[in-house]
């Protein structure tokens, strides 16, 4: 059974930081894709980030140079560092776990940042 489970999301006021993190089990997770994605209520859910299994990075233009995401494959997990937020970063950030065709969701998490 595949979970992804995040945790770190809570409330911080702008141009605090927050560091996401996303365990998983039941995949061989280093042949992965892990990325971060957001929703914000009444938008559709947008891409934040993605690291691939060989440690390539992508990010959305509206979070780079104030968002980091890496992975420890000896503990199966990835993070988002979330630097100097701002109110517009307020949504629930979701894990994704993608190979080829096949892809997992975590639960989600929010994170608020009050101006």
């Known amino acids: 059974q595949v979970q992804l489970v995040e945790s770190g999301g809570g409330l911080v006021q702008a141009g605090g930081s927050l560091r996401l993190s996303c365990a998983a089990s039941g995949i061989i997770f280093s042949a992965y894709t892990m990325g971060w994605y957001r929703q914000a209520p009444g938008k559709q859910r947008e891409l934040v980030a993605t690291?691939?299994?060989?440690?390539?990075?992508n990010y959305a233009d509206s979070v780079k140079g104030r968002f980091t995401i890496s992975r420890d494959n000896a503990k199966n997990t990835v993070y988002l560092q979330m630097n100097i937020l701002k109110p517009e970063d307020t949504s629930v950030y979701y894990c994704n776990a993608k190979l080829t065709s096949v892809g997992y969701w975590g639960q989600g998490t929010q994170v608020t940042v009050s101006s």
């Open positions: 690291i691939a299994s060989g440690g390539s990075t």
